[in-house]
C-alpha cells in the first residue's frame, strides 16, 4: 500500500495499514516529525485511505477500524479501490482543521472558510510549511491559531452522521496551535462517535497539549530517505537520480528544504568553503596577506542573502559530519562527489574531533543569528576568527 503524494516513508506506510487490519488503531493518532518529513501528506493520505475502507473493491468484508477482527484482511490486496471524493478532497466524510486568520468581514476564523484554497495548498504544495500556508491565504503578518470556534465546528461535525456510510475522519495540522481552546475537544477525544478518527499532524510534540497527547497514540515520523528525496526531485526536474543527491543530503531529510534548496542552489558551495577556510587558516608571514583575503570573503558573502549564507553554512556542516564519519570508518562508502570525500579527509588532517565539534556548534549558532537577521558582515568576521582560533595549533593549514 502506497498513500497518494507521499514520499518515502513506506515502512511507515505499511505500519499504518497494519494497524487498521490488525485492528491495533486507537481512536484519536499523533503523528509527529520535523516540518518536511512528510507528516501532513502522511496523515491525509492515511485518511483517504481509511474512508476508502468500505468502498474498497476487495475480496473479503472490510475489517472493523477499530472492533474485532474479520476473517480476512481486506483493502490491500486485489487493487485497492481508492475513493474519488477523498483523493480530491471532498469526501463528505473527510474533515480538516489547520490554522486560520480572519476573513475580511468575517467575526469568526474557521477552516471551511478556507476549503477552496486548502485544497489548491495541498494539491500544490503538500510538503509546506505554516508559513507557506498562511502566505498563501495571504495572512500578511498575521498569526495562525485554530479558534474556540473552530472546535465548536469540529464538535458539531464529528456529531453527524456518516454521509457515505464510512468512516468519518479529522484531520488537524498543527493541534499545537490550538491552546487553551484544545480542552473543549478532550471529551470528543477520548470518547468519539462510533467509526470516527482524529488524526492529529504536528510539527512539535512538545507544544502540543499534554491532555491531547495523553489520549492519543503517538506515531513518530523519521526524516525521509536521502535516496526517497533525490528520486522524487529527480522525477521532478527531468535529472537523474545522482544528480538530485548533493540537494537530498543538504535537506536532512525534509522535502520541503530540498525544493527550497534546489530552487537556490546556483553556487559552487565547495569552491566557496575552500576559499573560506584557505583565509580562516592562514598565519604566521602570511598572516597580513591572509587578514586581506579573510576581508574579501566577508564581502563578498555578506552580498549573498541570508538563505544563500544559510546554504554554505549547512554546506559546511555536511563537510563536517563527513569528516568524522571517514576518521570513525576510514572505508566508509559515503554518498559523496569525489572532491568533497577529499575535502572532507583532509578537515580531519587540521582539526581533530573536538575541534570539529567546535567549528559546527558555532556554525549552528550562525544560522540561528542569521534567522534572525544579524549583520552578516560582522557575523561572518566573528565567525572566521573563532574558527581560526580553534584550530590555531595546527600547521599547514591551506586547503588548495
Known sequence: MVFPGVIGQVALQQ???????????GHAVLLTGRQGSGVLPLAIGFAQYVVSLRNAAAPAPTPDLFGAPTEQDAGTAGGFAWDTQA???????LHFSYPVV???????????EFAAEWRQFINTTP???LYDWLQFIKADNKQGNISVE?????????????????YKVLVMWMPELLGGAGNKLL???????????????SDNENDVLGTIVSRCQVIRIPPIDTEAIALALALKTGKSPADMQATARMSHGSYNEALYLLDHTDHDWNSTLREWLNAALVRGSRSREGFAMQARFVQAVSGIGREKQKQLLRYFLEIIEASVRLRM??????????????FAKKLNTIAGIAQQKAVAEELEQAIYYIERNANPKLLFHALTLKIQSIVLNREKLILS
Do not use: W
Open 15 to 25: 505500519h499504518l495499514v497494519d494497524l487498521v487490519e490488525h485492528n491495533r488503531l
Open 150 to 166: 473552530e472546535c465548536n465546528d469540529i464538535i458539531r461535525k464529528l456529531n453527524l452522521r456518516s454521509f457515505k456510510g464510512s
Open 127 to 129: 510538503y509546506g510549511s
Open 329 to 342: 570508518m576510514p572505508n566508509a562508502d559515503l554518498p559523496l562527489p569525489p572532491d568533497e570525500i577529499e
Open 187 to 201: 471529551k470528543l477525544i477520548e470518547e468519539p462517535p462510533e467509526d470516527t478518527l482524529f488524526l492529529l499532524a
Open 87 to 93: 483523493l480530491s478532497l471532498q469526501h463528505p466524510d
Open 102 to 112: 480572519k476573513a475580511e468581514g468575517k467575526k469568526t476564523a474557521i477552516s471551511t
